[in-house]
């Protein structure tokens, strides 16, 4: 009989030194010095007493509001996010063209939601990209055009519903796109090249990124626990986990 108290962590650490996306060196850690004080143990200090410089669009799981993207303060930590709520899990397969990369289309989703048909108090959608390997939450998405998905996908979903698209790749947008976000953009309620929050605007939607699902986790349905650092950021680290 399978455990039926099943608890899945779905996020990538954010590390020292590790980088992820972006182009970006990964995180630094340097402890604290003041008059001749040093945040260290190793060095001789009382504790350990460390600043921390890091990225969340490029060092591990982030969950960032339409603010990514638009002008005036959309912080993360004012959203109401749900402790629990209602999520699928589903996963997608990409088709790769001379012109427009590695593109996720529209009928990959179209055809996970007649499989699932999902109610309409499914709020998450969390999506695993095929192929899918240990090596995905290890690996430095900068320059290697990776998968994302076609704007009519960020479209779909805004009608349907989803408020947090959660995906385990650098970006729902192409790594090189000339700052278009066509996803990003039709996702919240945005026209293409629209930069200030309109009452079409969805600013209490959000899109979680650089997630990884173990290839264990079986598509479904979940409870999603968003689990958002408290940073006044247009994103901030996460830790989403899955529940059943």
């Known amino acids: 009989m ?9 996020s990538t650490v954010i590390e020292e030194g590790r980088s992820r996306a972006w182009y970006i060196p990964g995180m630094k850690r340097d402890p604290v010095k003041m008059d001749g004080w040093i ?3 190793e060095l001789g200090g009382d504790v350990n007493f460390y600043n921390l410089t890091l990225n969340p669009h490029a060092h591990g799981s982030h969950t960032e509001t339409l603010g990514h993207i638009c002008l005036g303060w959309h912080p993360i930590n004012e959203l109401q996010i749900p402790f629990l709520q209602p999520a699928l899990l589903i996963t997608v397969n990409h088709k790769e063209t001379i012109a427009d990369g590695k ?10 939601w007649k499989k699932w048909k999902p109610e309409k108090n499914i709020t998450a959608l969390v999506i695993r990209s095929s192929p899918n390997s240990s090596e995905k939450s290890k690996i430095n ?9 076609s704007h009519e996908v960020g479209d779909f979903l805004r009608r349907k519903g989803i408020l947090h698209w959660l995906v385990d790749l650098p970006s729902v947008d192409r790594e090189e796109d000339e700052g278009e976000l066509l996803a990003h953009r039709s996702f919240w309620g945005l026209i293409p090249g629209e930069k200030t929050v309109s009452k079409k605007c969805r600013p209490n939607a959000t899109i979680s990124e650089l997630i990884f699902v173990d290839s264990a986790i079986e598509d479904g349905y979940w409870a999603l626990s968003m689990q958002v650092a408290a940073i006044a950021n ?3 680290p996460s830790r989403p ?4």
């Open 39 to 41: 945040g260290s143990v």
């Open 141 to 149: 998405f900068s320059s290697k055009d990776a998968p994302y998905f």
């Open 234 to 236: 247009d994103a901030a």
């Open 103 to 112: 593109v996720i289309g529209l009928n990959e989703i179209k055809k996970a």
């Open 2 to 10: 399978k455990n039926p108290e099943l608890v899945y962590d779905i």
């Open 241 to 244: 986990l899955l529940i059943r």
